[in-house]
């Protein structure tokens, strides 16, 4: 039994949909699984589906039994049928239950002691169930003999020993009693419960699972719960395969199922559709050959929620929907119970995340040393990089947004998110300054003063090439430029050194800011990546 509190994975059981395409290659052995696996299967074979029907049960050797006799005074035996089939009751003899059920059993016991004594009253119940040995051989875990009950079913058995090997057919089973084989497809036990499909094991069976061949499939796509690839089994069906792929969704379209049939190259044969009813049931189904094809359409947009996520420095962070090209971000702001006291306005972004685009060759040329890129290549990842410093930041100015400026109240779409980070309430001053670190945020103040306040220059101060790093942008320019600016909170000023400079602790501060902005899009883009 598994420990509480102990999480496990769950055992693959039945013809598992291999999604189409796959080469059903086997997959590293977890012999711990393994283990546990047919631990769980011994602790359960003597458990009972449902009470025992002596009708159906028959009798064999090392079946206990209980007998009851009423005389002047009750006596009871406890019996064990010998192993040649026979049950010696004392006082009355041998009575051979060979091939016989327990409620027949009961009929030849009572008659037995009716011969011995007089007006007896007679009760037979069975006091346990008999162990037997099965050889389980074929595509399993573990080939050999496993103990039995005749209750223990086919699953069981192949659970016992192990479990199915990854390439296992669970269609193609053989069970080799006396002689004869019976044939056992446990798909549509796996599938629709149907114990039919997976009958009980008697002592001396042999139990053969056969391979999966990667070319007799029949593939269903779609608009199903399971889709994916099934061995093909002689009388399989269109109905029988959408009930192993457990059904339609909710979202098919069942009244133009699509049916192709192809040749032994791929070349299509024939194409049809059919028509399911409400209740299921297909009509016109047909039976299906290997490497038929079934399609089930699926309705665009069905019910397709619409959201954005607003997280941060608001009073109610979490998903919203919306109607796309309707909702408006005020509103959704509003919706969130609006702005924390903590949060910073001039820092908070839109981000479409439809925006985000994936660049492959820029991934290529991140992997190599830069020493080694080509001229084009350095160029090319520089570019990139600045572009990438805002992936799908939208150009909103929230104060004037909430000042109910309508232009910068832009519609949502799905999947944006808005993100209000807390405020700062500090710029950063590193680099050739006599006191570098946080100095605390004042509005309008000069980067001049910022660095005053820092202990002004220090040695060898390289003045006149001071730079802004702007926190929310991540964009780097003179500070003693001529452009329209200001010193916002999270700004880092950097103090150059006059003779080689200190590039490299200006570029880490650089660096950090750019990362601080990645870090934000990327934590509100991988809070959607777990929702959906």
Known sequence: ????????????????????????????????????????????????????????????????????????KPIQYELVVAPDGKLIIPGVGAIDLRNRSLAESEVLIQQAIARVYRDPTAAVSLRRMRQFKVSVIGSVRRTGMVVATPVTRVSEVIDLAGGASTRSSKRDIQIVRNGQIIPVDLVPFYANGDLTANPTV?????????????????????????????????????SSLIRYAFGFTVDAVTDSIEVVTVDEV????????????????????????????VFVRQKKGFHAASRVVVWGE???????????????????????????????????????????????????????????????????????????????????????????????????????????????????????VKNPGNI??????????????????????????EKVIKGRTGETFLADSQDDYSIESGDAIFVPEKAKGDFWSGFATAITIVAQVATVIAVVVGLLNNKN
């Open 440 to 465: 605390s945020y004042v509005a309008d103040r000069t980067f001049r003063e910022y660095i005053q306040l820092a202990g002004g220059y220090g040695w060898n101060a390289e003045e006149g090439e």
């Open 202 to 238: 008697e002592g001396g069976d042999v139990v053969k699972v056969g391979v999966q061949d990667q070319r007799n499939i029949i593939i269903i796509t779609g608009g199903v719960q399971r889709p994916g690839e099934f061995t093909w089994h002689h009388g399989d069906s269109v």
């Open 314 to 432: 608001v009073k109610y962070p979490g998903y919203y929907s919306i109607e796309p090209h309707s909702t408006r971000l005020r509103e959704i702001i509003q919706r969130a119970g609006g702005f924390t006291e903590q949060a910073s306005l001039a820092d908070a972004v839109l981000i479409r995340r439809r925006l985000i685009e994936q660049d492959p060759e820029y991934g290529r040329i991140a992997q190599i040393d830069p020493d080694q890129r080509t001229p084009e290549e350095t160029e090319y990842f520089r570019v990139k990089n600045r572009e990438f410093q805002r992936p799908g930041i939208l150009t909103v100015d929230f104060n004037k947004l909430m000042n109910n400026d309508e232009s910068e109240n832009l519609f949502l779409q799905h999947d944006d998110s808005v993100f209000v980070p807390q405020t700062r309430g500090f710029v950063k001053v590193s680099g050739k």
């Open 1 to 72: 039994m598994c420990a509480p509190g102990r999480g496990h994975s769950q055992p693959s059981t039945g013809e598992e949909p291999r999604g189409v395409g796959t080469t059903g290659q086997s997959t590293p052995f977890d012999t711990t699984l393994t283990r546990e696996l047919s631990q769980r299967s011994l602790e359960s074979s003597a458990l009972l589906e449902r009470p025992i029907d002596p009708e159906r049960y028959q009798l064999g050797p090392n079946d206990q039994l209980t007998v009851m006799l009423t005389l002047s």
């Open 266 to 293: 791929g070349n299509i044969r024939q194409r049809l559709f059919l028509r399911a009813t409400p209740d299921g049931q297909i009509l016109g189904d047909r039976p299906l050959e290997i490497g038929d094809q």
